[in-house]
């Protein structure tokens, strides 16, 4: 397991870290990061705050490759705060905007999403995966993206 013991990390090894596939877990909310002024404007999100809860990160221990997982709950701050490429996500799937970053040469996408609750609203982590295929976002509308380290729109 890595080093760095963030946010994220500390939730997974109070509630989930050897947990059997499935179980049930205490439902907690994290606050993982802030999102910058520039994704902000991209997506016309009007928090800034980031959420994370113990059913998502469980989900994700559940379905994804070990070294995946280690490297998401590592990074997702990076991912999320410092996206390369933002697209809108498609209306079949869950989440409202895919953030891609690339780590250790892989690309990586997590999902957000703006959520209803209690008369308030937040950004929260729907899901994060490494890409594997190219082609996979291929049919996705690219809000943005970082392109020879100067931002494009």
Same mark, same amino acid.
């Given at each position: ?68 997982f280690d490297c998401i709950i590592c990074h997702l701050h990076e991912i ?11 209306? /079949? ?11 250790? =040469?892989?690309? @990586? %996408?997590?999902?957000?999403? !703006? $959520?209803?609750?209690?008369? /308030? ?11 594997? =295929?190219?082609? @996979? %976002?291929?049919?996705?509308? !690219? $809000?943005?993206?970082?392109?020879g380290g100067t931002p494009s729109s």
């Amino acid at each position: 397991m890595p080093k760095r013991r963030g946010v994220v990390a500390k939730i997974f090894y109070n509630h989930i870290k050897n947990t059997p596939p499935k179980a049930i877990v205490t439902l907690e909310t994290v606050y993982v990061c802030r999102l910058t002024s520039a994704v902000l404007k991209i997506t016309k999100l009007v928090d800034f705050k980031v959420y994370l809860n113990t059913k998502i990160l469980k989900h994700l221990y559940d379905k994804r490759p070990a070294e995946e997982f280690d490297c998401i709950i590592c990074h997702l701050h990076e991912i999320i705060k410092y996206p390369e490429k933002i697209y809108k996500n498609k209306t /079949s799937k869950s989440g409202d905007f895919c953030l891609i970053k690339k780590i250790n =040469d892989f690309e @990586y %996408l997590c999902s957000l999403q !703006l $959520l209803s609750e209690d008369d /308030s609203t937040k950004i929260v982590v729907i899901t994060a995966f490494r890409v594997r =295929d190219e082609k @996979y %976002l291929k049919n996705y509308e !690219l $809000l943005w993206s970082w392109k020879g380290g100067t931002p494009s729109s």
